[in-house]
């Protein structure tokens, strides 16, 4: 079955449903932990309060979202899955689905850098992209001269920062919910996000990537470089370019409908009403997106290490209530909140 999609700009159904996360106004709150995993995102929502009764949609593109309150505050919890391109969707759907500002926490893995166990924990204040540079020749030989093309196999990023007030809180509250005074938590870390697991992060396979050196000029790039994963720079970025004009709105079109899909959630319980609210302005240009993150060091590139299912279950359990006190106790100004009236979230 197809939807009608309006805007081939910006795709939504009759019903003002985004493209790929499937969602619509009075889904998603302001406050939101982002996540890579359905069973991560179930986790840390087996703590959010039982009424009104968390609800759940989950999109035909493989996108979760779970909805409801923790500590009497709204807060949704958006299983996304990897890498830029799904944590792109994400923030740029989201936005155009909620009134007000936005607090967004990415809670992820990550490898290690440096000299630290698995189970270890970094609130990242940074973050820089690592990417494959297509135009490079890789069927070079990777002996052969350096000075033999004038493109390098990577390109690496200048810093992008996590938004300081957002970052404090999740930092503050990281460090009074951790299980153990023996749990590492790294503070002053910088984090290198790459568009690849294997050849934009140095892994070694069959293929010739040119990458045997990577790690070394990651780390030789930035100082505090300590940590590699593959989304939290775009959500950095993203956050800290909507702060910056002209933007233009795009709630509503008058382009012709096209046919396409399917964009059909499936929810649990009731869907929103709020969507039918014209009076309700989303993706408000005066608004503020805020973005800080946790990660759990599930593999040290040092010592090839990798963290076991038990303590994964363990890391996640400790951080998710972290990060959701952090959040409740965020402050955001009751005139740039969604409105709760027909949310999922109205009690």
């Known amino acids: 079955?197809?939807?009608?999609?309006t805007n081939a700009n910006f795709p939504r159904t009759a019903d003002q449903r985004v493209y790929h996360l499937g969602l619509r106004a009075g889904e998603v709150a302001n406050r939101i932990i982002t996540v890579g995993s359905p069973s991560r995102a179930h986790r840390i929502a087996s703590i959010l309060d039982v009424k009104p009764?968390?609800?759940?949609?989950?999109?035909?593109?493989?996108f979760l979202t779970i909805t409801g309150r923790y500590k009497g505050v709204p807060i949704?919890?958006?299983?996304?899955?990897?890498?830029?391109p799904n944590m792109d969707f994400f923030v740029r759907e989201v936005r155009e689905c909620i009134a007000g500002d936005l607090a967004i926490v990415r809670i992820g893995s990550c490898g290690g850098l440096v000299d630290v166990p698995v189970g270890s924990v970094t609130v990242p204040k940074a973050c820089i992209a690592v990417a494959r540079n297509v135009d490079f020749d890789f069927g070079l030989d990777e002996n052969s001269d350096p000075q033999a093309t004038s493109n390098v196999p990577y390109t690496i990023s200048k810093p992008v920062?996590?938004?300081?007030?957002l970052h404090s809180a999740v930092l503050a509250s990281v460090q009074l919910n951790k299980i153990s005074s023996d749990v590492v938590v790294l503070d002053d870390a910088v984090n290198a996000s790459a568009d690849s697991f294997y050849s934009s992060q140095g892994r070694q396979t069959s293929f010739?990537?040119?990458?045997s050196d990577l790690i070394d000029k990651v780390i030789a790039s930035t100082p505090n470089v300590k940590t590699l994963e593959m989304e939290t720079h775009h959500l950095y970025h993203l956050a800290a370019i909507w702060a910056r004009p002209p933007r233009t709105s795009i709630a509503s079109s008058g382009a012709a409908p096209i046919s396409a899909g399917p964009v059909n959630p499936s929810t649990s319980p009731q869907l929103s009403s709020l969507s039918g609210n014209s009076s309700v302005r989303l993706a408000d240009p005066s608004s503020v997106i805020r973005a800080a993150a946790v990660q759990i060091i599930f593999a040290s590139r040092l010592t090839q290490d990798f963290i076991t299912p038990e303590a994964?279950?363990?890391?996640?359990?400790?951080t998710g209530k972290a990060v959701l006190d952090a959040l409740v106790g965020f402050h955001i100004d009751s005139k740039s909140?969604?409105?709760?009236?027909?949310s999922v979230w109205q009690i």
Do not use: C, T, Y
């Not at 079955?1 to 999609?5: A, E, G, T």
């Not at 994964?312 to 400790?318: D, L, Q, S």
């Open 76 to 84: 949704s919890i958006l299983s996304i899955g990897m890498g830029f």
């Open 208 to 211: 010739a990537d040119h990458n």
């Open 1 to 5: 079955m197809k939807d009608v999609l």
């Open 312 to 318: 994964v279950g363990i890391a996640e359990e400790w």
């Open 337 to 342: 909140l969604h409105p709760e009236e027909g």
């Open 53 to 62: 009764k968390p609800f759940e949609l989950s999109s035909e593109r493989g």
């Open 161 to 165: 920062n996590a938004d300081e007030q």
